[in-house]
């Protein structure tokens, strides 16, 4: 992602074993991964990992910069997914002020 190849991303991201990483990194890797996916338009991708992620470690998906982007755009999408903004609302995050953390 960072060095902008969306695909690579989106075809690499799922296939690496985190498993036996420590749960933040883990965690880190599906926000990632699930940039990847937002970033091509595969929202409900990008949303069910971060909800896996959640699973996992609630405070780190919750409060992290990134995912709380990610949530704020997929709850602007013109039809948004109702996990979306259920995620949105256990996240504090609302979509429509800028200023958001």
Known sequence: MELGDVQVAVDLGPRIDTGALPTERRVRHAIETARAHVRWNRADDA????????HDAP??????RLSRILVREMIRLPRPASRAIELAYRMGVHGTDPREP
């Open 47 to 54: 949303l069910a990992l971060l909800l896996r992620a959640e």
């Open 59 to 64: 405070e780190q998906v919750r409060y992290h």
